[in-house]
């Protein structure tokens, strides 16, 4: 089949993901232990379930954590597809461990390597697979143009994958900043009272 999606994979992709990690110092989570610590401590929050979020019921329960930013950007893209289609998006896959993506690559050769310069974002918790089986050409349409207007402005990164029904959206911890900013620039105005003086009498 002709395949030509507007969020194409690469290996520059996948580099830069790698470097976007390395800039937060993040570790790649190397087993379920180092997983409990880091939710424990919430460095990994719970990804949002709600009327415009669901998450697809084959994931793990202690695979249903993201970073902090990541779960900013699923509950923005979730409420602005809900509100197009008042549908919910789903989560396929979230935060990963390194034994996990070892087991992974033994029946799935096109899987991200465990480790190295093009390691998969998922060990750090900063990716989502978002689910595309079943969406429209409009709904499919709709999660491209959202992701490439945030791939865009340097804050996603984000690939059409082809052998795996998905989405993958690896989110910037600029993420949030930027979501904070435009709240800010949308707020209305404060209505502001003026004092008024006195004029003596004349």
Not at 45 to 69: A, K, M, Y
Not at 132 to 150: A, C, D, N
Request: hydrophobic share 35%; charged share 30%; glycine share 2%.
């Amino acid at each position: 089949m002709y395949w030509n999606p507007v969020l194409r994979g690469s290996r520059e992709s996948l580099l830069r993901q790698n470097e976007e990690i390395n800039r937060l110092q993040l570790p790649r989570i190397a087993d379920d232990q180092e997983l409990q610590h880091l939710i424990d401590i919430e460095a990994l929050v719970p990804l949002p379930t709600s009327r415009s979020v669901r998450i697809d019921p084959r994931l793990e329960i202690n695979r249903r954590f993201c970073r902090p930013w990541t779960r900013d950007f699923i509950e923005d893209l979730g409420q602005a597809y809900y509100k197009q289609f008042r549908q919910p998006i789903q989560v396929n896959s979230a935060v990963r461990t390194v034994e996990q993506q070892e087991r992974l690559l033994r029946v799935n050769r096109n899987a991200a390597p465990a480790e190295g310069d093009t390691a998969s974002s998922h060990l750090a918790g900063l990716t989502i697979d978002i689910a595309k089986r079943g969406l429209s050409r409009k709904q499919r349409k709709f999660i491209e143009q959202y992701l490439v207007k945030f791939r865009s402005a340097g804050l996603v990164e984000a690939a059409e994958e082809r052998r795996q029904a998905v989405f993958h959206v690896m989110v910037s911890d600029r993420y949030t900043a930027a979501r904070e900013a435009d709240k800010l620039a949308s707020a209305p105005p404060r209505e502001t009272t003026l004092r008024q003086e006195t004029l003596p009498e004349r």
